[in-house]
């Protein structure tokens, strides 16, 4: 398994924007599908956003589609998200998640590990 560690989340005014990290540990982190997914208290998990292992395939959640985008630098081990025309709604813990599955997937089931998560708050 990999180690993920995200970061960059904060408080922003609605419109305002984002951008999160989440960085990898070991070797293999090309080799991953990453993910990224986001979660309030008392709710479902929600899927955000994936990119494949080159980056060639990306997928995102309608809520979110036109307004974030999702990137990797695998010299760095780290992948992104950057948020952009944020909502009130867009208020969640935002984690990161690695999947051996070979294409950018929304579902969680296909994700072995994931990060502790980092704080999106989108005031009104």
């Known amino acids: 398994q990999v180690q993920l560690v995200e970061s960059g989340g904060g408080l922003v005014q609605a419109g305002g924007s984002l951008r999160l990290s989440c960085a990898a540990s070991g070797r293999t982190f090309s080799s991953y599908t990453m993910g990224w997914f986001r979660q309030v208290p008392g709710k479902e998990r929600e899927f955000v956003a994936a990119i494949s292992r080159n980056s060639g395939d990306t997928y995102y959640a309608a809520s979110v589609k036109g307004r974030f985008t999702i990137s990797r630098d695998n010299a760095k081990n780290t992948v992104y998200l950057q948020m952009n025309s944020l909502k009130p709604e867009d208020t969640a813990g935002y984690y990161c998640?690695?999947?051996?599955?070979?294409?950018?997937?929304?579902?969680?089931?296909?994700?072995?590990?994931w990060g502790q998560g980092t704080q999106v708050t989108v005031s009104s």
């Open positions: 998640a690695a999947s051996s599955f070979g294409r950018a997937t929304g579902g969680s089931q296909y994700y072995n590990s």
